[in-house]
């Protein structure tokens, strides 16, 4: 049972810089969501995506980062022009469609291990 | 817009104490309501959720939580805790609206000493 992962665990960029994130989620779950955590708070939503559409994006999310999920199963997200702002834990979670391949209706998000981005 | 109070942020306990974790939500509407636990170096798991029926949820390793429709809280309660209980738990809603994002509040570090 593959749970969802995250590359690469830890990112060390210098400000200005561009990275790039990548989620797998469980194979047979079409949502996918990513979040992010700094010290001391709770995640903080970013966006989510029902297979390879882009549904919601919070205003969290800035013109430099752009997340895509282009074949509806790993996602990527980007940020540009990095600011020490930046420096989070990127989280990335996904859950089956409610229903979906008998899934009873539980919502449940499951997450990966994170991404945790320095931005020096 | 919703939002999660974790009213306890940090909670030191000796073993075979007993634990309850404030959390009250705001949103008027039908929410679901979860905990998530993570451990030291660990990812974010679930401990138990609750959608509808009986308010009294019970999860992995001996928690349970109480949804209490009229205070808008969901507390989480142990009986015993124990030394592997030592992680930060946080409580998280989102609106049964058929979009799932998960508010999180701002969690508890539970220190549980032998």
Same mark, same amino acid.
């Given at each position: 049972?593959?749970g969802v992962?995250?590359d690469?665990?830890?990112k060390?960029?210098?400000?200005?810089q561009?990275?790039?994130?990548?989620?797998?989620?469980?194979?047979e779950?079409?949502? #996918?969501?990513w979040y992010?955590?700094?010290? &001391? @708070? +709770?995640?903080?939503?970013l966006? *989510?995506? /029902?297979?390879?559409?882009?549904l919601?994006?919070?205003?969290?999310?800035?013109?430099r980062?752009?997340?895509?999920?282009?074949?509806?199963?790993?996602?990527?997200?980007?940020?540009q022009?990095?600011e020490q702002?930046?420096s989070?834990?990127? #989280?990335?979670?996904?859950?089956?469609?409610? &229903? @979906? +391949?008998?899934?009873?209706?539980s *919502?449940? /998000?499951?997450?990966?291990?994170?991404?945790?981005l320095?931005?020096? | 817009?919703?939002?999660?109070?974790q009213?306890?942020?940090?909670?030191?306990?000796?073993?075979?104490?007993?634990?309850e974790?404030?959390?009250?939500?705001?949103?008027?509407g039908?929410?679901n309501?979860?905990w998530?636990?993570?451990?030291?170096?660990?990812?974010?798991?679930l401990?138990?959720?609750y959608?509808?029926?009986d308010?009294?949820?019970?999860g992995?390793?001996?928690?349970?939580?109480?949804?209490?429709k009229s205070k808008?809280?969901?507390?989480?309660r142990?009986?015993s805790?124990?030394?592997?209980d030592?992680?930060?738990?946080?409580?998280?809603?989102?609106?049964?609206?058929g979009f799932?994002?998960?508010?999180f509040?701002?969690?508890?570090?539970?220190?549980?000493?032998?």
């Amino acid at each position: 049972d593959t749970g969802v992962s995250q590359d690469p665990r830890h990112k060390i960029t210098k400000r200005g810089q561009n990275v790039t994130f990548r989620c797998d989620p469980i194979s047979e779950h079409n949502r #996918l969501y990513w979040y992010r955590q700094t010290l &001391g @708070q +709770g995640p903080e939503f970013l966006t *989510y995506f /029902q297979n390879e559409a882009q549904l919601e994006k919070s205003r969290l999310l800035s013109d430099r980062f752009s997340a895509e999920r282009p074949k509806g199963s790993f996602s990527t997200l980007e940020i540009q022009r990095t600011e020490q702002g930046d420096s989070a834990m990127y #989280l990335c979670a996904s859950s089956p469609q409610p &229903g @979906q +391949g008998g899934h009873p209706i539980s *919502y449940e /998000q499951y997450f990966g291990p994170g991404t945790r981005l320095t931005v020096t | 817009a919703q939002s999660v109070s974790q009213h306890n942020h940090h909670v030191i306990l000796s073993e075979a104490a007993s634990l309850e974790l404030g959390c009250n939500y705001s949103y008027g509407g039908t929410v679901n309501l979860f905990w998530y636990v993570q451990y030291p170096g660990q990812h974010l798991q679930l401990l138990l959720k609750y959608f509808s029926g009986d308010p009294l949820v019970k999860g992995i390793k001996g928690f349970e939580a109480e949804f209490i429709k009229s205070k808008f809280s969901f507390n989480l309660r142990k009986p015993s805790v124990q030394w592997s209980d030592t992680a930060e738990y946080f409580c998280a809603v989102n609106a049964d609206t058929g979009f799932q994002k998960l508010v999180f509040g701002t969690g508890t570090r539970l220190l549980v000493s032998p």
